[in-house]
């Protein structure tokens, strides 16, 4: 493309419009319903039934170690579906530009976006793009809605935790916050932090493979953490959550950063974990699938659900003692995602 | 709330996430889906194909005569659906909200979406909410994303406009670009131009009903207006168009600020009109239907579909002579939806 930079004239509808478009949006994404360049997409009516969701990315910094705003975007919502136990199959891509935003930024996010969806088997089927002067937005931010099919049968949400249930986590915590927040504040590590963001997908059908029914909720730990979505589903549910501390892997590189920075691991952002909570008779089975899948492989069962303190989550710590843990409060790391 | 403005900790995805998300979209967007609070919808099985379509809304000013940002971005969605020729049922809400944004126009927005919504009939089902500090993002951006129920047997879309098909028009261009325009430069005209902000979906509806498999195109004139619309179908299908200037209805009122401020109103924005492009046979009963709808009681025929200039619009002018339309070059108007 000739043009370097985004232009208002990009997101006028016009010429300049169907130029973006052409030259560099059809090219990355090419799904036959997104071709048609009509202003929505018609999809073959999937069977069962289907989820939706939704999440607008606004990540700082747009480019960070193990990704970009681009890939996170697909992750993201592709985790969002899958959670529900959908098997998500399309996805919505809307673009909010700064003028001036570089084309080759926007190209390499888009090309990110482009490989995100094609790995994890979703098809981007409609997009529009927006662009806005200088000022008005923070060079880019995406929105990407997503759609699954779900199986008759599943019935999946924070509402279903049962006192007894096990607590599955597919890894480690933490290292999408510190890969962000070292990358925006400029530290280095020794050892680098690099982003867990990955599609889950792949890892939520071999957990249903194995556990079918078993899996009562399964949730990914993004803004607010590990322990925020806990309290979600302590709440949902009316049962309380007992966790292990020692239990929880936390990388070397992530707890010094924590350390450093004055961050707690438990409410940092992940975007390629997931928190499945899973019958007893079927947790050991799940947590051998989980471990068989690579995003799972330190997969561990953290802790279970009980009668006891019922809507809260109790932390037992790595000396002993028992903390209630809470949602996060105020705003440790804004634009995360 | 007793929070009056927006902070970055109601967009943490913590505890003021969850104020936020109780004490305002839950009095508002109240569907069953949506009150389940997990990260995704979960929708019955629709019959038949599936439209979907993405748009974000950045208009500047947020409140403009006719309209805000919220009912324009159910419209404008719920619209791009209708034009599929599908019956929307469903929408996400995904909002950018940048720190300080008042919390009384969030709700005035939420409010007018809400209101949208139940009037086409639409459920809001998933939402997703950010916020940025001051001066990352322009007060607020909002996507929505429809999705509808596409009926077997129709196939609606620019590429099936036939040499011999009718133009029509549901009524007045160029209301909706004036509308934005005149309150972001702060103009008072003696007679006030108002947005036609609207839902189409009904009106589609009535066209179907009366004009079948007659129908081939159906596109709403948003961003770039009547004239990139009709080069987009000429584009698509291959063939010729040709209108008559004389047929295209244009409020005097938006005449006079079109002089002034030096737009022509075939490429003014449009969020609550529609052009349909049906076959000869049809398109006198199909503009009585359209006419018997309160947002169709100006429509009219302004052109036809031709083997002549294949790819090209032409315009009589009053005059009698012939011009070229081309797509909008540049951005006459940016911000507009």
């Known amino acids: 493309m000739k043009d370097d930079r985004i232009l208002l004239s990009h997101g006028s509808g016009g010429k300049k419009s169907r130029e973006l478009t052409e030259r560099l949006f059809l090219k990355h994404f090419d799904d036959p319903a997104l071709l048609l360049l ?6 073959e009516r999937p069977g069962g039934r289907i989820a939706v969701s939704t999440d607008t990315y606004t990540v700082d910094p747009i480019f960070f170690p193990g990704g970009n705003i681009g890939s996170l975007a697909v992750h993201g919502t592709v985790n969002d579906v899958a959670m529900s136990g959908a098997e998500p199959f399309a996805l919505s891509a809307g673009f909010i530009l700064e003028e001036g935003l570089p084309m080759d930024d926007l190209e390499r996010i888009v090309v990110s976006m482009a490989e995100a969806a094609r790995e994890a088997g979703v098809r981007i089927v409609t997009a529009d793009t927006k662009v806005v002067s200088r000022g008005a937005a923070d060079r880019i931010f995406i929105n990407t809605t997503g759609f699954g099919v779900l199986e008759d049968g599943l019935d999946i949400g ?4 049962l006192p007894g249930d096990r607590i599955l986590l597919s890894g480690t915590v933490g290292d999408h916050g510190v890969a962000v927040a070292s990358a925006r504040e400029g530290i280095r590590f020794s050892t680098p932090v690099v982003s867990d963001s990955a599609s889950l997908n792949g890892l939520v059908g071999v957990l249903l493979k194995s556990a079918g029914s078993g899996v009562h909720v399964m949730r990914d730990p993004t803004r607010g953490g590990l322990a925020t ?18 239990a929880i892997p936390v990388r070397e590189a992530v707890k010094g950063a924590c350390e450093l920075l004055g961050y707690d691991p438990l409410y940092l952002a992940n975007e390629g974990k997931m928190v499945a909570v899973v019958s007893r008779d079927v947790a050991d089975r799940g947590l051998e699938a989980m471990r068989s899948h690579p995003l799972g492989k330190d997969a561990v069962i953290i802790g279970e659900v009980t009668s006891d303190h019922p809507g809260r989550v109790v932390l037992r710590t790595v000396l002993g003692g028992r903390r209630l843990v809470d949602r996060l409060t105020g705003d440790m790391l804004p634009r995360i995602c």
């Open 158 to 161: 924070g509402q279903r935790a």
């Open 229 to 246: 979505v806990l309290c979600e589903v302590a709440d949902q549910s009316g049962a309380g959550i007992e966790i292990r501390e020692e």
């Open 38 to 43: 009509n202003d929505q997409a018609v999809m």
